[in-house]
Each structure stands twice: as C-alpha cells, then as structure tokens.
C-alpha cells in the first residue's frame, strides 16, 4: 500500500514554479521521502530525495516539513516538458523489502502555455 | 539516457508466441528489477535480482520467466500470454539491493 497522497491533477503555467504537495502522515523516522517522473510512455526518472532537510539539485527542490508529515516538490520555472506524472515515494532506510519503491498513482501535472 | 536500454521498445504477439523482453544497464550496477505498469495501474514489481540471483517474485504467473545470465543483462520470457499481459515492461538497475533504481524507457506490449 502506498504511504503517501497526492492531488490527481495540477496545472501550471510555462515559466512558473510548480509547487507538487504531497502528504505522508505516517512517516516514520528512518524513511525518505523520494521524488520520481514519469513522462508519458517512458520510464521513471528520479528526481531528488530527502530525509527531513530542505534538499536542492538541478532539476528541483525538495521541502520537508518540520514534522516531516508533508512534503512539496518544486520545479522552479516549469518547462512544456516538465509534464508528466510526479510520484512521491517514501521509502525506508533499512535493507531488505521494506526498502523496495512502491508507486502511488502521482500527480499528472499539465504545463501549459 | 544510455544508462538502462530495453530492447523492443514496442512488441506485438499472439497468445501463442514466445518472445523475450531485454534489459541491458551500463552502470556497473548490483541489482537488477522487473516492473509492470498497465493502464492506469501503479507500477507493480515483478522480480528483483541481486548478483545474478533472483531475491523476490512478486507471485507472477510462470507465463513469464526472468533470466539474468550476468549482472548487466536481464531478460523476461513470455510464453502463452493473455490479453490482459498487455502492459509498459520496466526495467531498473540500482548499485546494490533497494538503492537508487534507475529505470530504462520500457518496452510496450501489446497481446492479442
């Protein structure tokens, strides 16, 4: 069962930040939260993943709330290719199963002009 | 992405056929994986390998049979397939059991 939720649906501008929110209230402590994207008829493609800081690469930013219950996944100037399905992910830091990524239905985000 | 390929990218077949799905990953990556996505389904894992061994069978039919001859390749094998087989095939790779996966571009089945 997946641990997180996450609108069906969003729409941005071209140019402006997509803001993804996600909730995971059960979360517990040795969890990350993980962000993937799916374009459509192509495989999954990692994003960035975070354990309870504010994280930031090329492609997005990743904030965590403080009581880590809630995340939001930024694209900071959203791009016609930025449409996809965006899939939060939490996953535990053990080894063994309780590890493997389980995928959610995401959220379909629509770019547009 | 070069990274993990899957070749075909797109394959038709009759229930009858036998035919083999390919995924080749150049990232001197460990562990290999098996996903299914059908139409408006999450993804569901398949089979994992760990090492060239298989480590877990999500209770897939036996219509489908992995093979993972060295860690860089893997395949699935499909024989006497339904309709309702027809899915995206993924293939992921990561470095070692449940790291990081890095998934290929799919291949499209479609069984009639």
């Known amino acids: 069962d997946a641990k997180t939720t996450q609108p069906t649906s969003m729409d941005c501008a071209e140019g402006r930040a997509a803001n993804l929110p996600c909730n995971h209230s059960?979360?517990?402590?040795?969890?990350?939260v993980y962000w993937y994207r799916q374009i459509h008829s192509q495989g999954p493609q990692y994003i960035i993943h975070?354990?309870?800081n504010n994280e930031t690469n090329e492609m997005a930013s990743l904030i965590i709330t403080e009581d880590r219950k809630s995340s939001t996944l930024i694209l900071p100037h959203a791009t016609l290719r930025d449409t996809a399905v965006y899939y939060c992910i939490v996953r535990s830091l053990d080894t063994g199963t309780a590890s493997k990524l389980t995928f959610g239905t995401g959220t379909r985000l629509q770019v547009t002009l | 992405e070069t990274g993990v390929t899957q070749t075909p990218r797109h394959l038709v077949m009759g229930m009858t056929n036998k035919k083999s799905l390919k995924c080749e990953q150049h990232l001197g990556h460990n562990a290999m994986y098996w996903y299914k996505q059908s139409a408006k389904k999450p993804l569901e894992l398949m089979f994992v390998y760990s090492l060239e061994e298989r480590v877990e069978n999500n209770s897939v039919p036996s219509r489908f049979s992995p093979e993972c001859p060295n860690s860089s390749h893997l395949f699935l094998h499909l024989h006497t397939l339904q309709p309702e087989d027809s899915a995206l095939y993924l293939c992921?790779?990561?470095?070692?059991?449940?790291?990081?996966?890095?998934f290929g571009p799919g291949t499209r089945l479609l069984v009639l």
């Open positions: 059960t979360i517990s402590g040795n969890e990350y």
């Open positions: 992921a790779s990561s470095q070692d059991l449940w790291d990081l996966e890095y």
């Open positions: 975070g354990l309870k």
